[in-house]
T-cell receptor, first 111, second 115 residues
Framework: DQQVKQNSPSLSVQEGRISILNCDYT??????FLWYKKYPAEGPTFLIS?????DKNEDGRFTVFLNKSAKHLSLHIVPSQPGDSAVYFC??????????FGQGTTLQVKP | GAGVSQSPSNKVTEKGKDVELRCDPI?????LYWYRQRLGQGLEFLIY????????KSGLPSDRFSAERTGESVSTLTIQRTQQEDSAVYLC?????????????FGSGTRLTVV
């Protein structure tokens, strides 16, 4: 039972363009959502989060959008840079204190 | 310490052997989590410790897996009678739920290979 789904295993964009990574969830009890970034041979690092009471959170080049009715969130990176190339994980939490992660999307930003 | 430390970073073991993986969380972090990532897959929750509460073991895949945590410090994940499907990167994370955030800090993981 995959409660958090990232249906695109990979995404390739040109440097300077926008990267949009998508995530869907099934559990309506989730109330906090996060994005993590992972480089090879390193642990995931926290990138940005959003509470269910908001529909948008922005931090520099990174913006997360939440559509509760559609149970969908997305991460926008603009402008994309080659250093953004990594695996991006979407994660969600309810009242259990633990995060449920998606399968990840590998982003490649081409110079 | 400054970050979450995991050891060993790599472990190759023979099928049927027991292995023990160690995690040193960030000092003062009350919550500690173990996840694993098998090749080509996402992060799979294994177990969660929060303070003195009973751990949430709901993600442990079989009774060959167990974990302990001493107070709010070191945790060990033990896999008995390892199988090839146990091969994965085992990730530990910690956070201070008391601050109201859920931004885990992950270690670099232990890459376990069962041959």
């Amino acid at each position: 039972d995959q409660q958090v789904k990232q249906n695109s295993p990979s995404l390739s964009v040109q440097e300077g363009r926008i990267s949009i990574l998508n995530c869907d969830y099934t559990n309506s009890m989730f109330d906090y959502f996060l994005w993590y970034k992972k480089y090879p041979a390193e642990g995931p690092t926290f990138l940005i989060s959003i509470s269910s009471i908001k529909d948008k959170n922005e931090d520099g080049r990174f913006t997360v959008f939440l559509n509760k009715s559609a149970k969908h969130l997305s991460l926008h990176i603009v402008p994309s840079q080659p250093g953004d190339s990594a695996v991006y994980f979407c994660a969600a939490s309810g009242n259990t204190g633990k995060l449920i992660f998606g399968q990840g999307t590998t982003l490649q930003v081409k110079p | 310490g400054a970050g979450v430390s995991q050891s060993p970073s790599n472990k190759v073991t023979e099928k049927g052997k027991d292995v023990e993986l160690r995690c040193d969380p960030i000092s003062g972090h009350t919550a500690l989590y173990w996840y694993r990532q098998r090749l080509g897959q996402g992060l799979e929750f294994l177990i969660y410790f929060q303070g003195n509460s009973a751990p949430d073991k709901s993600g442990l895949p079989s009774d060959r897996f167990s974990a302990e945590r001493t107070g709010e410090s070191v945790s060990t994940l033990t896999i008995q009678r390892t199988q090839q499907e146990d091969s994965a990167v085992y990730l530990c994370a910690s956070t201070d739920l008391g601050t109201g955030g859920l931004g885990y800090t992950f270690g670099s993981g232990t890459r376990l290979t069962v041959v």
